[in-house]
């Protein structure tokens, strides 16, 4: 009633003033681009891999545009618009692996269960280069971030990256019990080197995590 009315919905600059004067000295906020922290950052350095698809994901491909251009042509108004967008995460799907569209369709939010946890890397040009990548990291002792927009794929790169390099693959999505997230962000933070690689979803991992260990950072 004091605050949120206020400076969510009128944008009351006296209301939001006066709660950051109540609360300043219990908080502490560091950004990016604060001095003191930029100096004590290394550069960051981004590269782009560019993936060729199998043949697999070439078939599937483009057996999911034909069938996206035959319903478009049926359809008209926001039944048209939902095949287009239903489409092009169908496309993103079979570029991840080609397991993620096995089955009917599904969104980030489908439970993996049903996801083969045996899905092989030979299949997507995407997971080949993820694995050679994560070999150089693994092998300098050094460890990584993989973040992956659909949940499901990311059961399988956990999976897959266990079996590579016969060490623990972690995995955070937005059914992981908080108990069991704090665990997890802590075994990674350890020295140990037995779980070097996170694998997160991008609901799940984009907010109020700190994991400072790692030295590289994948966009699955």
């Given at each position: 009633r004091q605050f949120g009315v206020p400076?969510?919905?009128?944008?009351?600059?006296?209301?939001?003033?006066?709660?950051r004067r109540l609360v300043q000295p219990f908080?502490?906020?560091?950004?990016k681009t604060d001095p003191e922290v930029i100096s004590d950052l290394p550069e960051k350095l981004e590269t782009r891999e560019f993936c060729r698809l199998t043949s697999e994901q070439i078939e599937l491909y483009e057996s999911c545009v034909k069938m996206m251009l035959g319903e478009v042509d049926r359809t008209d108004g926001i039944r048209r618009r939902g095949v287009v967008l239903?489409?092009?995460?169908?496309?993103?799907?079979?570029?991840?692996?080609?397991a993620l569209v096995g089955n009917a369709f599904s969104g980030d939010d489908a439970e993996p269960d049903d996801?083969?946890?045996?899905?092989?890397?030979?299949?997507?040009?995407?997971?080949?280069?993820?694995?050679?990548?994560?070999?150089?990291?693994?092998?300098?002792?050094?460890?990584?971030?993989?973040f992956t927009q659909f949940r499901r794929m990311g059961v399988i790169l956990a999976?897959?990256?266990?079996?590579?390099f016969d060490r623990d693959a972690l995995l955070l999505h937005g059914g992981t019990p908080q108990g069991q997230r704090q665990a997890m962000i802590d075994r990674f933070q350890a020295a140990?080197?037995?779980?070097?690689?996170?694998?997160?979803?991008?609901?799940a991992g984009g907010v109020g995590l700190n994991l400072t260990a790692a030295t590289h950072v994948f966009h699955f």
């Open positions: 400076i969510e919905r009128h944008r009351d600059r006296r209301s939001a003033a006066r709660l908080i502490l906020r560091r950004l239903t489409a092009l995460v169908r496309l993103k799907q079979i570029c991840d692996h080609p996801v083969p946890t045996d899905a092989e890397a030979h299949r997507s040009g995407k997971c080949i280069r993820l694995l050679e990548l994560l070999e150089e990291v693994i092998a300098s002792g050094e460890r990584a971030l993989v999976s897959m990256i266990s079996r590579a140990d080197g037995t779980a070097p690689v996170f694998v997160l979803s991008l609901k």
